[in-house]
């Protein structure tokens, strides 16, 4: 997504509603760098102790432990909570478990919206 300002140059913009699906290190830090640029970030996440640390202490001492979070993230174990509104869908699990991942959440998922794999490595 970009805009192109008064003299023509593209500038991007940042969603204003994205969902980050994975709530480790790599999830938590790329939800928390969209959070900081403007964006309302829903973090759909395995572990209910996870998500409460989030919402309660804007904290993931499991997986990114020391850093503050910025209160426009926020997460939750629904995947159809995490993904409702969203502009922008970040798909960041481990890839040993997407395609189990996407077959058992297929029909929650808006297909309309832009998925994006971020998620690294070979199965």
């Not at 300002?5 to 994205?18: I, Y």
Request: charged share 20%; glycine share 8%.
């Amino acid at each position: 997504m970009a805009k192109r300002d008064c003299h023509g140059e593209v500038k991007p913009t940042v969603a204003s509603r994205v969902c980050v699906l994975g709530g480790g290190a790599f999830g938590t830090a790329m939800a928390q760098h969209l959070a900081v640029k403007g964006s309302q970030v829903r973090m759909w996440v395995l572990e209910q102790e996870v998500m409460e640390s989030i919402n309660v202490r804007h904290e993931n001492p499991t997986y990114l432990p020391g850093f503050k979070l910025n209160e426009r993230l926020v997460a939750t174990s629904d995947v159809s909570e995490a993904v409702d509104g969203a502009e922008m869908l970040l798909l960041i699990i481990p890839t040993p478990f997407i395609a189990r991942w996407i077959g058992e959440n297929q029909r929650k998922l808006p297909w309309t919206v832009p998925l994006v794999c971020c998620s690294k490595g070979i199965e």
